[in-house]
């Protein structure tokens, strides 16, 4: 049933959950984040097709996985004074329009660019999850409206590969894309329905909006770009690590950014965001570390390898929604903190996988580190929306989203250097482990220190 849109009396929080908006958010992330994980099985088909070489085809993913880091935070600041309803409807018509045109490029550069129209547009939507869960479920049951999402948005992300590899087999390449926009016009509909609105439509974007978008997106573009060339390029990664920090030392002097500035001193904040950083870094075990020592140690089919893999998803899976009962529970910076803890003491396993451990004693150890992760993912979104003002509820949401996407990012790199400084694939995996490991302790004490500075 359609909501009552919003009127300038609304409150700034809920006052009873509104499920149907839940699942919606839920259902929409599903789609923007399948956009990456789903696409990943059509690029050798891509690559045949187009006439491309393999590592060209890298930028069907980083043309959306970039912009897409780059919007959030400008999205999430304008979540906290735009209409949502409209935003949101927006974001995911634009994501399904430009799905339809990446099913239909003829060229590879075409396919580009509709892919970072995608990100640009469809990204606006993680901006504005925080927000609009705020205004879809109170405090007493945020742990479980941000659990479903996260379940949601993780587990159907992964699902997006297998449906994926069926299209691909069944049509072409091009049918993911028809994929993602039947389900990205699903979303936008469900959208419209359920998430409140106020009536103003679309901003009209200024001056201090566009300026806020090049400066902080332009430092968040250039930062994750730099992760992909330290290995290849150092000295290129360096130039552009350093373009990044001028950009955001330029947005700092904004009159826009003082709002965003004060939240992030923050003590409560600023631990929890730094905790959530550092401990998304785990996943450059699944990305890089245990592939590589699986491979080339274990000698195992791909098949088999992404079924490892696959078990961190499936204790995911197991404990987001138990998590989120329990943050509603007992308060999401005590589950968070402990789920920290937890997350760490799930690594030290996997410090000392070596030659002689059995394919089923990783897995075990991966679907262990996957179930302890769930403790900590979905609480410590519930942790930030409740350290921050309601009314940056916007800014604090997209800080979640981007946080996770660099510490996400951070993760492989730390992963691939650290394996490089070993003598052996075994010494290179265990290194790079102990080092994951090392970064979740340091993610551990942030929350600790989030987590005391929220109780004052």
């Known amino acids: 049933m359609t909501q009552t849109p919003m009127t300038s009396a609304t409150p700034t929080t809920a006052q009873r959950t509104r499920w149907s908006t839940v699942l919606a958010v839920g259902f929409a992330q599903l789609v923007v984040a399948g956009g990456m994980s789903g696409v990943s099985v059509g690029l050798p088909a891509i690559r045949t097709d187009l006439g491309v070489g393999g590592a060209a085809t890298a930028w069907v993913l980083l043309a959306y996985a970039l912009p897409m880091g780059a919007v959030a935070m400008a999205a999430g600041r304008l979540a906290d004074k735009a209409d949502l309803r409209a935003v949101s409807v927006f974001s995911m018509a634009g994501l399904t329009v430009f799905s339809v045109a990446a099913a239909l490029a003829p060229n590879f550069g075409l396919l580009i660019a509709a892919r970072a129209a995608q990100a640009l547009i469809g990204g606006l939507l993680f901006g504005m999850t925080g927000r609009i869960v705020t205004l879809a479920a109170p405090e007493r049951t945020r742990g479980r409206a941000l659990s479903v999402i996260t379940l949601l948005m993780t587990v159907g992300g992964m699902g997006m590969v297998g449906a994926g590899g069926l299209a691909v087999a069944v049509f072409d390449w091009r049918g993911l894309f028809w994929i993602f926009a039947v389900a990205g016009a699903g979303a936008t509909v469900w959208l419209w329905r359920t998430v409140p609105g106020d009536g103003t439509g679309l901003p009209r974007p200024d001056r201090a909006v566009l300026a806020d978008l090049a400066t902080s997106g332009g430092a968040i573009f250039a930062f994750l770009l730099a992760f992909e060339y330290v290995d290849s390029a150092p000295w290129l990664a360096a130039a552009v690590l350093a373009l990044s920090v001028a950009l955001a030392a330029a947005w700092t002097r904004l009159p826009a950014s003082a709002p965003t500035l004060a939240l992030m001193r923050n003590p409560a904040v600023a631990g929890a965001l730094l905790s959530l950083v ?16 699986l491979t080339d140690v ?8 992404s079924a490892v893999l696959m078990t961190f998803i499936g204790g995911l899976a ?38 002689s451990t059995s394919v089923l004693g990783i897995g075990v150890r991966v679907a262990a580190l996957g179930m ?49 400084l070993g003598a052996g694939p075994v010494d290179g995996y265990r290194l790079s482990a102990a080092v994951l490991t090392g970064v979740a302790v340091l993610g551990a004490v942030a929350m600790v220190v989030a987590h005391r500075a929220g109780k004052r």
């Not at 998304?280 to 590589?292: I, M, Y």
């Not at 274990?298 to 390898?305: D, G, H, K």
């Not at 138990?322 to 937890?342: I, N, Q």
């Open 298 to 305: 274990q000698e195992v089919s791909p098949a088999l390898v």
């Open 372 to 420: 302890l992760f769930g403790v900590f993912n979905a609480p410590v979104n519930a942790y930030l929306l409740a350290a921050a003002p309601a009314e940056q509820a916007g800014t604090a949401g997209a800080f979640m989203a981007t946080t996770r996407t660099i510490g996400s990012s951070l993760g492989p790199v730390l992963a691939a250097l650290a394996w490089g």
């Open 278 to 293: 550092l401990m998304a870094t785990v996943t450059g075990l699944q990305s890089f570390s245990l592939p590589f020592l």
């Open 318 to 355: 197991v404990t987001t929604p138990l998590a989120g009962w329990l943050a509603d529970r007992y308060g999401p910076g005590r589950v968070s903190l402990t789920g920290a803890v937890l997350v760490v003491a799930g690594m030290v396993p996997l410090v000392f996988v070596g030659e």
